[in-house]
T-cell receptor, first 115, second 112 residues
């Protein structure tokens, strides 16, 4: 059984379009995250939700809007896509939002290509 | 924001050889995690080190945390092709709601 799953795996779209990426975790975790990995493989956090509440909101354009309908799901909607949004987006989850020993489990990623 | 520097950026070795990758910072780490990311997949946690001078072993992988908690290393003994991947270090601060600050990674390629 997949622990953290994302859909779609690949997303190719035109500039200016709006798209969504979905994430689900079946681990019973309280906290979920969105990360962006650029073409140089640099991984940077974007958002985090704990029990459906936004707790981390990094400096991200407001074209990106996360939504957590319940603890097991975290979606990412992107408006007016730009070329620079092309990247691999990873969802992750962890049991809690603190604790140095708390492990984050990552999904397989969604490769977004904006043409 | 603390900057994590990883070196080397790329490492190619043959099966059976040893390798070491490094993660350094100018500031003290609260704690440090090492991840491995294989192509087309998300990162997977290998280890968390917390105490200065700590050494942890995971089969052929040895992780060291510097005494001053400003550096860490990952040593792989007798590398195998399955060790190929992107090795990432990340700091997890105690006051950041679980936020991980990643280094740029070391791409390791182990050839037969």
């Amino acid at each position: 059984d997949t622990a953290v799953s994302q859909t779609p795996k690949y997303l190719v779209t035109q500039m200016g379009n709006d798209k969504s990426i979905k994430c689900e975790q079946n681990l019973g975790h309280d906290t979920m995250y969105w990360y962006k990995q650029d073409s140089k493989k640099f991984l940077k956090i974007m958002f985090s939700y704990n029990n459906k509440e936004l707790i981390i909101n990094e400096t991200v354009p407001n074209r990106f809007s996360p939504k957590s309908p319940d603890k097991a799901h975290l979606n990412l909607h992107i408006n007016s896509l730009e070329l620079g949004d092309s990247a691999v987006y990873f969802c992750a989850s962890s049991q809690t939002s603190g604790g140095v020993l708390d492990e984050q489990f990552f999904g397989p990623g969604t490769r977004l290509t904006v043409l | 924001t603390q900057l994590l520097e990883q070196s080397p950026q790329f490492l190619s070795i043959q099966e059976g050889e040893n390798l070491t990758v490094y993660c350094n910072s100018s500031s003290v780490f609260s704690s440090l995690q090492w991840y491995r990311q294989e192509p087309g997949e998300g990162p997977v946690l290998l280890v968390t080190v917390v105490t200065g001078g700590e050494v942890k072993k995971l089969k052929r992988l040895t992780f060291q945390f510097g005494d001053a908690r400003k550096d860490s290393s990952l040593h792989i003994t007798a590398a195998q092709t399955g060790d190929t991947g992107l090795y990432l270090c990340a700091e997890k601060t105690t006051d950041s709601w679980g936020k991980l600050q990643f280094g740029a990674g070391t791409q390791v390629v182990v050839t037969p």
